[in-house]
Every structure is written in structure tokens, then in C-alpha cells.
Nanobody, 121 residues
Framework: QVQLVESGGGLVQPGGSLRLSCAAS????????MGWYRQAPGNQRELVARMISGGSTNYADSVKGRSTISRDNAKNTVLLQLNSLKPEDTAVYYC???????????????WGQGTQVTVSS
């Protein structure tokens, strides 16, 4: 079993910054990609940022230039720094990780419970 635990959400004023962190634990052989997604009320879950084990990253156009994703592969953690926050960034943010639990196991996508980010004055 694999668990992802997120932290760092909260209420922030427009223009402010927030750092989200996620730690994966449990039966982990290796992690390919780790990333952040978000879902606002009435919307589908969407990618915010993602990093594969080699270091390549993908960012949603809506956060490019004001967000940075980073990973600590040794600790199985992923961080998301969000700057210049806007009200439209308000959403539940979910951490995800593509995990192999053994050498022969397929990659399975695990999700955290989500952390609320609210951008409002």
C-alpha cells in the first residue's frame, strides 16, 4: 500500500504565494512521475505541474512562469511553489505519483486526499 500526504494549502490573498508539499510512503520500489493536479468546483481535474524521475517537467499554461515544481527522489517528496496567486487558482490540489511497488509490478497512479487552496481577499 502507498500513501500520499499533502500539506501546505490554505487561504491566501491575491498576489500571495503558497508552497504545497507531498510525501509518498509505503511499499515503494520506485516512482516515475510525481505531480500536482487541481479541481475547482464544477470543473474537471486538471494538471498543474508534473516532474518525471529524470527531471523533465510539464506545467499548465495557466501557471507557467509563476510556479515551480521540485522533487526529492531520496525522500519521495514533491513540492509545488505557487506565486502571484489569482482567485482562479482556487481549487483542491491533489498530489499524484506513478509508483512501482516491486521490480516486476506495473506503474500504478496513486493520489493524495487533496488540500484546499483558496485565493481571496
Amino acid at each position: 500500500q502507498v500513501q500520499l500526504v499533502e500539506s501546505g494549502g490554505g487561504l491566501v490573498q491575491p498576489g500571495g504565494s503558497l508552497r504545497l508539499s507531498c510525501a509518498a510512503s509505503g511499499s515503494i520500489f520506485s516512482i516515475s512521475a510525481m505531480g500536482w493536479y487541481r479541481q475547482a468546483p464544477g470543473n474537471q481535474r486538471e494538471l498543474v505541474a508534473r516532474m518525471i524521475s529524470g527531471g523533465s517537467t510539464n506545467y499548465a499554461d495557466s501557471v507557467k512562469g509563476r510556479s515551480t515544481i521540485s522533487r526529492d527522489n531520496a525522500k519521495n517528496t514533491v513540492l509545488l511553489q505557487l506565486n502571484s496567486l489569482k482567485p482562479e487558482d482556487t481549487a483542491v490540489y491533489y498530489c499524484s505519483a506513478g509508483v512501482k511497488t516491486t521490480f516486476l509490478a506495473p506503474v500504478y497512479e496513486y493520489w493524495g486526499q487533496g488540500t484546499q487552496v483558496t485565493v481571496s481577499s
